[in-house]
Structures are given as structure tokens and as C-alpha cells.
């Protein structure tokens, strides 16, 4: 298994959370929630109001996102889902744990609040140039007041 932070659209609660809990694609067992442990712009680009971290370590914000253990069957998926590694490109990253639900471990090996964990995360160094100067954010949320509401795919023409 993998561990995979998400920070967009797959988070609970978002337009594509649906694909994170679907059997079909594979095994994802949510395991609580994080932030990145060095700063990044996270912005929300393009037509389709598509949230993007920027691979740019050190300005922004700490991002918030949701911490999962998936399999490989669910690795290959998000990959494909995430265009990896044309649009974003998949690598590991350091985040630490705000808060663990996952109790299926045995609790002498439980990361606590503050643990700072290796995940692997979708980020992109493949962006256009002006994305640098666009709103950052700290937490991804579609629905938020910046009014950028994100197109689902198939509702894109």
C-alpha cells in the first residue's frame, strides 16, 4: 500500500471524491488529514477551475489536504486520473498529521498529531508561467468564496 495526500478536487467533500471510494479502481482507506510541511502556491487555473499545486517548495502556503493508504490498483488509477506525468507528476513529500482516524493499525505504530509522514503527492512543475502570480490558497475547497467552482470532466466541452 501507498500513501497518497490529496489536496484538490479527490478530497472528501469535493467533486471527485467519488473516485477515491470507489471499489472499482481500486483499495483507498482514508487515514486523516495533513499539511504540507514546507510551503507551496496552491491555485485553482484554466477554464475548468482546476486546483493545481505548483512544484515551487518555499512560497505559499502550508496546504491542507487528506491523507490515504491506497493500493496499487487505485495508485494506477489516480495516475491516469491525474494525467501523471503530463499535467502533474506523482512524488513524495513531507506532511504532517493534524489529525488520525485510521484505527485498523495497532496503536503503537499509529502516527500521532504533528508526525510528519512521507506521501506521495500530485504536484506539477509542467504549469503555465502567469499561474505563479494567481491566488494562492491554503485549503481547496470548489464551493469556496473565490466563486472558481470546478468543472467536472463530464461536464467540459
Same mark, same amino acid.
Given at each position: 500500500?501507498?500513501?497518497?495526500?490529496?489536496?484538490?478536487?479527490?478530497?472528501?467533500?469535493?467533486?471527485?471524491?467519488?473516485?477515491?471510494?470507489?471499489?472499482?479502481?481500486?483499495?483507498?482507506?482514508?487515514?486523516?488529514?495533513?499539511?504540507?510541511?514546507?510551503?507551496?502556491?496552491?491555485?485553482? !487555473?484554466?477554464?475548468?477551475?482546476?486546483?493545481?499545486?505548483?512544484?515551487?517548495?518555499?512560497?505559499?502556503?502550508?496546504?491542507?489536504?487528506?491523507?490515504?493508504?491506497?493500493?496499487?490498483?487505485?495508485?494506477?488509477?489516480?495516475?491516469?486520473?491525474?494525467?501523471?506525468?503530463?499535467?502533474?507528476?506523482? !512524488?513524495?513529500?513531507?506532511?504532517?498529521?493534524?489529525?488520525?482516524?485510521?484505527?485498523?493499525?495497532?496503536?503503537?505504530?499509529?502516527?500521532?498529531?504533528?508526525?510528519?509522514?512521507?506521501?506521495?503527492? $500530485?504536484?506539477?512543475?509542467? $504549469?503555465?508561467?502567469?499561474?505563479?502570480?494567481?491566488?494562492? $490558497?491554503?485549503?481547496?475547497?470548489?464551493?469556496?468564496?473565490?466563486?472558481?467552482?470546478?468543472?467536472?470532466?463530464?461536464?467540459?466541452?
Amino acid at each position: 500500500m501507498a500513501r497518497v495526500f490529496v489536496y484538490g478536487t479527490l478530497k472528501k467533500g469535493q467533486p471527485n471524491y467519488p473516485h477515491m471510494i470507489n471499489g472499482a479502481h481500486g483499495t483507498s482507506l482514508f487515514q486523516g488529514r495533513g499539511l504540507t510541511v514546507e510551503k507551496y502556491p496552491l491555485v485553482i !487555473a484554466g477554464k475548468y477551475n482546476i486546483p493545481f499545486l505548483l512544484n515551487k517548495p518555499g512560497i505559499g502556503h502550508r496546504v491542507s489536504g487528506d491523507i490515504y493508504s491506497v493500493d496499487d490498483q487505485m495508485l494506477q488509477f489516480l495516475d491516469e486520473f491525474e494525467s501523471c506525468p503530463d499535467m502533474y507528476q506523482r !512524488a513524495p513529500m513531507k506532511i504532517e498529521v493534524v489529525e488520525w482516524e485510521d484505527k485498523s493499525s495497532a496503536p503503537e505504530v499509529r502516527p500521532g498529531v504533528n508526525s510528519i509522514l512521507e506521501c506521495d503527492v $500530485y504536484s506539477t512543475s509542467t $504549469y503555465q508561467p502567469e499561474w505563479i502570480h494567481l491566488p494562492y $490558497y491554503d485549503n481547496y475547497d470548489s464551493f469556496g468564496k473565490h466563486k472558481l467552482e470546478y468543472v467536472l470532466r463530464e461536464s467540459r466541452n
